[in-house]
């Protein structure tokens, strides 16, 4: 079945295909059924429904001038273009696009490494450079560089960075969007710009110093349509000597508080890397009166539950970068103000080893604390090994022998960066889900937020983020569009927004984000508008529509 | 020597049909590396062969898969891992394993795979 772009018709598609083919060589422009599937989002909700969203055509492009190139044909043949890097967008979209019928442009043949500065700690790659591509490039020449690696390393630099994705190293580092330094974009007409000092010709600071001068536009190509991203720069990490880690362990519910506080006093000292919260309560799952307790968010019950079991009930783990002096001193320093701040914390050390790690050190599966206490570090990350292990998620494991998720989908609010917030968010996010229907797997009364950007919580939407693993019929995906819809809805009502989302939520999520009747959004579609006047350019993304296609916001299954 | 018949038609019969004289070492050779760099992150077996959950999820999901059968879960082992078989899998994707583009890997990367797969199965029913 032949897709065309919304307002082409067959004959000028096969034109605008012909010209592409002109560019990049025949064999470069896909459109046949086969060719196209791998360009579908193997986990969308709409999967083999009329509206999936799917791109007519995909067109790969081996250099800049290629880019540009293509951009130009389509303005003139008013066909929309979606662009991906290394397509690895899984449970955000994959490399699906926003509008059926769009062209996509895939950038993976641009893969090259394009400047490595080992002693200024910074890489400038074309977007095919997948995580995998540039940790195997460092190690092959022995370069004292860490790459802080998205979960899944087979997604690339920038396409991950340019989706505000997060890593798990030190707070500069772990914030993609943020570490990045400078780019090279393909603007909406076809023409080439550069940020930051990139825009000083001769500039041999381009990675440097990301802001040059005046206002910086790099924000609005990161879940924008602003542009075509063909060059990025990113800050490394340098390789430090010794990592080192411990536990920390608070007895009482409400001591939540002062650990997400002193935690927050070490993070932004720069002190420790990511630090990783859990609940020791979660092996109560099966426990009657811890779930009575937890589900009926009884502080004074689930502190008994705690006592009665012997368990503290929140845990965190820290990791310290440095050398293997520094790394004592400042988990020596941490556990002196968690054992100050809190009555009843318990430290317990953890990991200590020369850096690089070796690969069995990386998959041991022991760690060295004492039970019930367990480590939930993933190694591999934590020192910028980019894996897929991550992906057990999705596939057939020992505890669902006979399925996979096909609608794995990450759901994750942002709560503020304290223990107050978090303990608010819990109930929030659990009167929403009972509202719902659902419930999800541990209580949402132990659930601990995520700390992937060093000045931010993520809180996953535990009931609805991966609802339908064992009902997977295509109407019980559809049920499930309806109901994220939904929670996104009422999420947003109690000043909830999402960080992130595959297209099919994307204008959901752009509608939580609506203060002063949606000035944000009206702002950015005026820009697009200025900018994209024949709104070809990634229309949709990010909620931002070009007033040609501004009738489709939201109209997908409605 | 029966095997190496098999693994040279393999290669022959690769394409239009038509026979095509193909350097098998660099065939293999250029088919380790394929798999080394797109395969072996999901499907290789791990440290001392154990292929755990949290490590190596394609071995570990066609372990699950083929649990109480002769077929490994290691694709370096299996004997049926043809051209035409390879392209079905990764351009379409099976399970959670999504397709790949032929950005990713192309027709003569999957060709070569084929021919590293003859290889390694030989080689492991060999031992």
New interface residues.
């Given amino acids: 079945m032949t897709i065309l772009p919304p307002g082409v018709s067959a004959r000028q598609f096969s034109k605008a295909l012909a010209e592409f083919a002109t560019v990049v060589g025949a064999d470069w422009v896909?459109s046949s059924e086969?060719?196209l599937?791998?360009?579908?989002d193997?986990?969308s909700l709409l999967k083999d429904q009329p509206d999936e969203l799917q791109a007519s055509a995909?067109v790969?492009p081996a250099d800049v001038a290629q880019v540009q190139a293509i951009v130009r044909i389509a303005n003139r043949y008013k066909t929309p273009l979606f662009a991906i890097s290394?397509?690895?967008n899984?449970a955000y979209g994959?490399?699906a696009p926003n509008v059926r019928g769009s062209v996509t442009v895939?950038l993976?043949?641009m893969n090259r490494v394009l400047e490595l500065d080992e002693k200024r700690h910074f890489v400038l790659v074309e977007p095919?450079v997948s995580y995998?591509d540039l940790y195997?490039y460092i190690q092959e020449r022995n370069l004292k560089v860490w790459v802080d690696t998205a979960d899944v390393?087979?997604g690339g630099l920038m396409g991950n960075a340019l989706e505000h994705g997060v890593g798990y190293t030190l707070g500069p580092y772990r914030d993609h969007f943020s570490a990045h330094c400078g780019m090279e974009v393909v603007l909406p007409d076809g023409d080439l710009m550069r940020t930051g000092m990139g825009a000083l010709p001769g500039s041999g600071g381009w990675q440097d110093y990301k802001h040059g001068f005046g206002p910086d536009p790099a924000g609005l190509f990161a879940q924008g349509g602003f542009g075509i991203v063909v060059k990025m720069g990113f800050r490394l990490m340098p390789q430090p000597e010794h990592w080192r880690t411990g536990l920390v362990t608070v007895p009482k519910r409400r001591d939540l508080i002062p650990m997400v506080d002193t935690v927050n006093y070490l993070t932004d000292l720069f002190v420790i890397g990511e630090p990783l919260y859990g609940s020791p309560l979660r092996i109560l799952r099966n426990d009657k009166a811890f779930l009575q307790a937890a589900e009926s968010f009884d502080e004074a019950a689930l502190d008994r539950v705690a006592a009665e079991h012997s368990l503290h009930s929140w845990q965190v783990e820290l990791q310290f970068y440095g050398s293997e002096k520094t790394t004592l001193a400042n988990w020596e320093w941490a556990k002196e103000l968690m054992l100050r701040n809190i009555p009843g914390a318990q430290c317990f050390d953890g990991e200590s080893l020369r850096v690089p790690v070796t690969?069995?050190q990386i998959?041991r599966?022991t760690h060295p604390y004492p039970a019930p206490y367990a480590s939930q570090m993933?190694r591999n990350v934590m020192h910028g090994v980019?894996?897929?292990?991550a992906?057990?998620m999705?596939?057939?494991?020992?505890d669902f022998?006979d399925s996979?998720?096909q609608s794995?989908l990450g759901l994750f609010s942002v709560v503020g960066r304290s223990g107050e917030a978090v303990l608010q968010a819990q109930r929030d996010f659990d009167r929403v889900a009972r509202d719902m229907g659902s419930k999800p797997a541990m209580p949402y009364a132990i659930s601990t937020p995520l700390n992937w950007n060093q000045s931010a919580f993520l809180l996953g939407n535990g009931a609805f983020g991966s609802a339908t693993r064992n009902e997977a019929t295509p109407q019980s995906k559809l049920d499930q569009l309806k109901l994220l819809r939904e929670v996104l809805k009422r999420n947003a009502a109690m000043g909830y927004g999402d960080y992130r989302a595959p297209p099919l939520l994307q204008d959901a999520v752009a509608d939580q984000y609506s203060f002063n009747n949606h000035a944000l959004r009206r702002f950015n579609e005026r820009l697009k508008d200025a900018a994209d006047p024949n709104g070809i350019l990634l229309p949709g993304r990010g909620g931002i529509w070009p007033k040609a296609l501004r009738a489709l916001r939201g109209a997908i299954r409605k | 020597m029966k095997k190496s018949a098999v693994v040279m038609g393999l290669l022959l019969c690769s394409g239009s049909g038509a026979a095509i004289a193909v350097d098998i070492p660099a065939a293999v050779a250029a088919g380790k590396n394929v798999f080394e760099?797109r395969c072996a992150?999901?499907h290789a077996a791990?440290?001392g062969g154990d292929p755990?959950?949290?490590?190596?999820?394609?071995t570990?999901?066609l372990r699950?898969?083929y649990?109480g059968t002769t077929v490994p879960a290691l694709l370096e082992r299996r004997t049926d891992l043809t051209e035409p078989v390879l392209k079905v899998y990764l351009?379409?994707?099976s399970?959670?394993m999504?397709?790949?583009?032929?950005?990713?890997v192309s027709d003569a990367d999957i060709a070569n795979l084929a021919a590293y797969f003859a290889a390694t199965s030989l080689a492991s029913e060999r031992k």
């Fill in positions: 896909l086969e060719d599937q791998p360009y579908r193997h986990f995909a790969c290394t397509g690895k899984f994959g490399p895939d993976k043949r095919g995998m195997r390393g087979w690969p069995e998959e599966s993933r980019p894996k897929l292990y992906w057990w999705p596939s057939r494991t020992d022998p996979w998720n794995h | 760099i992150p999901c791990g440290l755990g959950r949290d490590h190596l999820p394609g570990d999901a699950i898969k649990k351009r379409h994707g399970w959670s999504p397709p790949f583009r032929k950005t990713e």
